[in-house]
Nanobody
Framework: QVQLVESGGGLVQPGGSLRLACAASGSIFSINAMAWYRQAPGKQRELVAQIAGGGSTNYADAVKGRFTISRDNAKDTLYLQMNSLKPDDTAVYYC??????????????WGQGTQVTVSS
């Protein structure tokens, strides 16, 4: 079993920055790809950014050049640096990852989400 806990969300003014973190814990044997998703009120959950086990990254067009995804494999932690935030970035942000534990095959786990609100 793997637990993912996000942190770093909050209220920020347009143009501001936030850094989200997602700490993984449990019987982790290996971590493959990880990603951040977001879901705004009344909208479907959408991919924001993903990072492969080897470190290659992919971003949604809406956040390219403003957001940076990274991971610290030693700490089993995923990050999302968000700059130049816009009101349209307001959403609940979720982290997810494909984990292999000592007792099971690779499986996708999700965090509980953290609220990001961009407003003046």
């Amino acid at each position: 079993q793997v637990q993912l806990v996000e942190s770093g969300g909050g209220l920020v003014q347009p143009g501001g920055s936030l850094r989200l973190a997602c700490a993984a814990s449990g019987s982790i044997f290996s971590i493959n790809a990880m990603a951040w998703y977001r879901q705004a009120p009344g909208k479907q959950r959408e991919l924001v950014a993903q990072i492969a086990g080897g470190g290659s990254t992919n971003y949604a067009d809406a956040v390219k050049g403003r957001f940076t995804i990274s991971r610290d494999n030693a700490k089993d932690t995923l990050y999302l640096q968000m700059n130049s935030l816009k009101p349209d970035d307001t959403a609940v942000y979720y982290c997810t990852g494909n984990f292999r534990t000592y007792n099971s095959a690779p499986y996708d786990y999700w965090g509980q989400g953290t609220q990001v609100t961009v407003s003046s």
